[in-house]
């Protein structure tokens, strides 16, 4: 029996790999990295006594009332914001995946590389001036962006799929939009739902951020109590929001282990 084959790294690959190497070094080397004070006794004595102003946190009922009420409107921003989200990628990935020609293509990648460059906070405070604050500005900061994102994603999933399928329907006289429903999207559908899923987990966590310019939440709650330096309410606050994010990343991996069997 022949023994495996050594893995060869070609040149290109050396190359990308020297030239990371070399800016994580650069990296290290132009930042005024203060490691020295990091690690001294006085930071550590400062950091304390800062987190010991959280404990213990507010466990108030009416308190905890207005957290969940909050948590569940974070979580409604994330889920409607992904799921208008993910109905735009996909129509926005039609055009970018090269199915309308190769202007359509450009032009729509174009519009995809805005939307996703522009941070959800960005795009939060210049929705909240058109839609005023609460969480409808919030809900539309995390659509556009996550669009842009998903539609990204959902075009490279559609140029990757394999055109045989689809190509053999339209031989045989089906239309092309039947084709492409039949043969085509079963293929990246699975890649769609692990995309909008994955992406839901990184809304959640937007969400609660969002709230720190007025977008509702748990991020409103947040920056309220910190501003007027109530560290027990803020604790409790994060508390909610860490269970928040490992409520949502416990759901959306056991549906995507339920996808994959």
Same mark, same amino acid.
């Given at each position: ?14 190359i ?9 070094? !650069?990296?290290? #080397?132009?930042?005024? =990295?203060?490691? $020295?004070?990091?690690? %001294?006794?006085? &930071? /550590?004595?400062?950091? +304390? ?18 957290? !969940?009420?909050? #948590?569940?409107?974070? =979580?409604?921003? $994330?889920?409607?914001? %992904?799921?208008? &989200? /993910?109905?735009?990628? +996909? ?27 522009i ?18 500005g ?28 689809e ?25 769609i ?9 990184n809304n ?15 991020g ?16 409790s ?25």
């Amino acid at each position: 029996m022949l023994p495996p084959a050594q893995p060869v790294i070609s040149r290109s690959g050396l190359i990308l790999l020297l030239c990371l190497i070399a800016l994580v070094a !650069a990296s290290f #080397a132009s930042l005024p =990295l203060k490691w $020295s004070e990091f690690f %001294t006794a006085d &930071a /550590a004595r400062t950091s +304390i006594e800062f987190l010991r102003g959280f404990a213990p946190p507010e466990t108030a009922p009416a308190f905890l009332e207005k957290i !969940a009420f909050s #948590a569940a409107e974070t =979580l409604s921003m $994330s889920a409607l914001g %992904t799921g208008i &989200a /993910a109905l735009a990628g +996909i129509v926005l990935a039609l055009p970018a995946g090269g199915r309308f020609g190769r202007i359509a293509r450009l032009g729509t990648r174009m519009v995809l590389n805005v939307l996703r460059s522009i941070p959800e906070l960005v795009w939060a405070a210049i929705l909240l001036i058109a839609a005023g604050l609460g969480p409808f500005g919030g809900t539309l900061a995390l659509a556009v962006h996550t669009a842009g994102v998903l539609g990204r994603l959902f075009a490279d999933a559609l140029e990757n799929a394999s055109p045989l399928p689809e190509s053999t329907l339209r031989i045989n006289g089906v239309r092309p939009t039947v084709a492409f429903f039949y043969a085509t999207l079963p293929q990246v559908l699975p890649q769609i739902m692990s995309y909008t899923l994955y992406r839901w987990e990184n809304n959640i966590r937007a969400a609660a951020i969002l709230g720190v310019v007025g977008a509702g939440g748990l991020g409103q709650m947040l920056k309220y109590h910190l501003s007027l330096f109530q560290m027990q309410q803020a604790a409790s606050v994060i508390i909610a929001m860490l269970l928040l994010v490992a409520l949502v990343d416990a759901v959306s991996f056991l549906l995507r282990r339920w996808m994959t069997r």
